[in-house]
């Protein structure tokens, strides 16, 4: 799918986040941080990042070489306390 979404733990509430961007045709991992959603897209070769709850503020963060698999975000506020 070319699309993000978001909804709520018990299923309901799914809201449309982003939908066909050029950024987004094929995104494989996606993590949440901040007020940002990011993502991976296989064919692009990016990672890309935009704004949460309205999917404004496309910013491609890495264009890669090859196909990137999987996406880590490491900070203090996700690290156990």
């Known amino acids: 799918s070319d ?17 066909g961007h050029e950024y987004l045709s094929h995104p494989f991992a996606v993590s949440l ?5 990011y993502w991976t897209d296989w064919r692009t070769n990016t990672l890309a990042r935009a704004n949460k709850w309205t999917g404004r503020n496309v910013t491609v963060i890495q264009k890669t070489s ?6 880590e975000i490491y900070h ?3 690290q156990p306390q």
């Open 3 to 19: 699309a993000i979404y978001s909804a709520l733990y018990d299923g309901t509430g799914v809201i449309e986040i982003l939908r």
């Open 33 to 37: 941080f901040g007020g940002g959603v």
């Open 66 to 71: 090859a196909q990137p698999f999987d996406l």
């Open 76 to 78: 203090p506020s996700r």
